[in-house]
């Protein structure tokens, strides 16, 4: 093996990295405000900073898995952006040493390619760099070398469908490919990585939508600014061996309460196959809007 | 000498306690979002979540037609935060507002509901 974790750590980690995906910003579309989804990216640009994400993600019988992760936007023009992220995880197997070390760090560029106001529809197009790792990042899970990935994004609100209350439901998704710079060989321990496909999915229902567009029902403001939602998350590997890192998905119900420069999200994970995971997990994020902090330095883009 | 707690510690407070603009969005409206109303309202009047600037902020109202019921250009009321529309007399139908805000930090943001006036 690639280093000292059994296989299904490997698989764990792979999760862990899908779950460590670039969060990126909230976007304003037309009448719609698309939040920032927690295990995977949403479709727009902008500045915006999460701190912290703390993930509990589901993991193997014996193992535990605690990631404290961070991320930075800065956009460069209105629809493009630069997007970090990395993370500290602290690995706990039963028997064995605990690990500590930083995850693989994500540089992705982003070009929020087709808004429509109108119709509530925003689409990204986009390409995560995965970095390779130090000998501390293998030792939780993470990557001996780096990989590409190509990622499409998109969010379309259901505002303007006649469909009376349903009308605050949105959908939002992102579908990556990952081109590894080094390519796994059949037994798995060359220190590549696998071809494979991400995916996440999200249906959410905006209550401050509902409130402000359809009927305000009378709730009280903490209410009023919950969007409760569910996301998927899929891993899937694509082409050539994978030893150890087979197809997993995770389903995350939760909520996200929108204040006025920040917003705080909390799911639960819950592995909807034996493969990712045998526990249910966690992840709780803190996110700030720059653009609305600090809408004349950190929060604007670098070339308007 | 700050230890890195402290000085993270003290970037985090600093984060916090920045000063708070943010896009303008609908808090509450009069006639309410959605709602019907037994008698014609003489205005439409929405309080935003932040100030905005009435110069470059809108309401519209029009009829089932699509004709404009609003007379004269949005004001503020009050504070920066409530901007409102007269309205010409309104005989009973469904009426849709159109808004567009700009926000005094210049986000712009825009919204559309319906309120309908009660036949008697």
Redesign the interface.
Do not use: N, R, Y
């Given at each position: 093996m690639r280093n000292a974790l059994p296989a299904v750590t490997l698989a764990c980690a792979g999760l862990a990295a899908l779950n460590a995906a670039p969060a990126a910003a909230h976007v304003v579309v037309g009448n719609r405000v698309f939040p920032v989804t927690l295990t995977f990216d949403d479709p727009g640009v902008g500045d915006e900073a999460t701190l912290p994400q703390f993930v509990y993600p589901p993991a193997p019988t014996g193992q535990n898995l605690y990631q404290f992760e961070w991320e930075y936007d800065k956009t460069i023009t209105p629809t493009t952006a630069v997007i970090y992220n990395q993370g500290w995880d602290i690995l706990q197997q039963q028997g064995m040493k605990t690990h500590t070390g930083l995850e693989n760090a994500v540089l992705t560029g982003k070009w929020q390619a087709i808004t429509f106001p109108r119709s509530e529809t925003v689409v990204s197009l986009g390409v995560m760099e995965e970095f390779a790792g130090s000998a501390a990042t293998q030792s939780i899970g993470g990557d001996e070398t780096g990989a590409t990935l190509p990622t499409f994004y998109f969010g379309q609100g259901l505002g303007p469908l006649p469909i009376g209350l349903l009308r605050p439901l949105a959908i939002t998704g992102e579908l990556s490919y990952s081109i590894p710079n080094h390519r796994l060989n059949s037994t798995g321990d060359n220190g590549g990585q696998p071809f494979f496909w991400a995916g996440g999915l999200s249906l959410q229902y905006s209550i401050p939508y509902l409130q402000s567009q359809v009927k305000n029902i009378g709730l009280p403001d903490f209410f009023g600014r919950m969007i409760p939602l569910v996301e998927l998350d899929w891993f899937s590997p694509a082409a050539g061996p994978a030893p150890g890192l087979p197809e997993t998905l995770t389903v995350a119900p939760g909520v996200i309460y929108m204040g006025d420069t920040y917003q705080v999200g909390l799911e639960a994970l819950i592995p909807a196959n034996s493969a990712a995971g045998s526990h249910i997990g966690a992840i709780l994020q803190v996110h700030f809007f720059f653009d609305d902090m600090f809408p004349n330095t950190l929060g604007k883009p670098l070339f308007q | 000498m700050h230890s890195a707690r402290t000085v993270a510690l003290a970037a985090?407070f600093a984060?916090l306690a920045?000063?708070?603009?943010?896009?303008a969005?609908?808090?509450?409206?009069s006639p309410?979002?959605?709602?019907t109303v037994s008698q014609a309202p003489g205005q439409v009047m929405i309080n935003f979540?932040?100030g905005v600037e009435p110069r470059f902020s809108t309401i519209t109202v029009q009829n089932a037609q699509g004709t404009p019921v609003e007379t004269g250009k949005p004001h503020l009321v009050g504070g920066d935060t409530h901007l409102a529309v007269a309205l010409k007399s309104l005989p009973p139908g469904t009426y849709t507002v159109v808004w567009h805000a700009t926000a005094t930090?210049?986000?712009k943001?825009?919204?559309?509901?319906h309120f309908t006036v009660a036949s008697k």
């Open positions: - | 985090g984060l920045a000063p708070a603009f943010a896009h969005f609908l808090k509450t409206a309410a979002v959605g709602s979540t932040e930090d210049t986000h943001t825009q919204g559309t509901f």
